[in-house]
T-cell receptor, first 115, second 119 residues
Framework: NAGVTQTPKFRVLKTGQSMTLLCAQD?????MYWYRQDPGMGLRLIHY???????AKGEVPDGYNVSRLKKQNFLLGLESAAPSQTSVYFC??????????????FGPGTRLTVL | AQKVTQAQTEISVVEKEDVTLDCVYE???????LFWYKQPPSGELVFLIR??????QNEISGRYSWNFQKSTSSFNFTITASQVVDSAVYFC????????????????FGKGTKLSVKP
């Protein structure tokens, strides 16, 4: 049981390049999330998904796209990377409970640098 | 709007000291959840506790304890007899509710408190 995994762990891009970050979870969680963490800012939600085939915008969605084609995978895409997207990206997943929010479990993070 | 404030940016203590990390939140929801996560130097986020707004009982887990006071909108975290391994950034987070039915909502994080425990 690997939990939440992220690929790659590190990446350096040049401005304007594109890339996709992959998140996979083996806990059969319905909900998945992408956050970014910047120094002194805590974590901020980029996009999330409440089920296969559905996605929604979070707090800071501009410049990112996501897809949830399979329940266990959640992809984060950068179409044209900008230096402002240099950050550490975390994926998380959780069950959907009718009684209230369940705990989100996080992947190890991807450190992205855009030059 | 929901907000989480961790006023202490950095705290430094000597091993075996007790330390309290403060968390103050704002929400208009009557039902909400509060969380603490630990981020050690290795970078991963480790879940510590989840507490709902209807349960104001304090909780203790080993050297960790949490004090939830709805009257002051605070959810403080105390480490007793701190150890070097407790050195990390600690995040408090508040969960809002997506739509109706109590489904999973967005986690709003505080900016974190960096705790350094020196030997």
């Amino acid at each position: 049981n690997a939990g939440v995994t992220q690929t790659p762990k590190f990446r350096v891009l040049k401005t304007g390049q594109s890339m996709t970050l992959l998140c996979a979870q083996d806990m059969n969680h319905e909900y998945m999330y992408w956050y970014r963490q910047d120094p002194g800012m805590g974590l901020r939600l980029i996009h999330y998904s409440v089920g296969e085939g559905t996605t929604a915008k979070g707090e800071v969605p501009d410049g990112y796209n996501v897809s949830r084609l399979k329940k266990q995978n959640f992809l984060l895409g950068l179409e044209s990377a900008a230096p402002s997207q240099t950050s550490v990206y975390f994926c998380a997943s959780s069950y959907a409970l009718t009684g209230g929010p369940d705990t989100q479990y996080f992947g190890p993070g991807t450190r992205l640098t855009v030059l | 709007a929901q907000k989480v404030t961790q006023a202490q940016t950095e705290i430094s203590v000597v091993e075996k000291e007790d330390v309290t990390l403060d968390c103050v939140y704002e929400t208009r929801d009557t039902t909400y959840y509060l969380f603490w996560y630990k981020q050690p130097p290795s970078g991963e986020l480790v879940f510590l506790i989840r507490r709902n707004s209807f349960d104001e009982q304090n909780e203790i887990s080993g050297r960790y304890s949490w004090n939830f006071q709805k009257s002051t909108s605070s959810f403080n975290f105390t480490i007793t007899a701190s150890q070097v391994v407790d050195s990390a950034v600690y995040f408090c987070a508040l969960s809002d509710i997506l739509g109706g039915g109590g489904s999973q909502g967005n986690l709003i994080f505080g900016k974190g408190t960096k705790l350094s425990v020196k030997p």
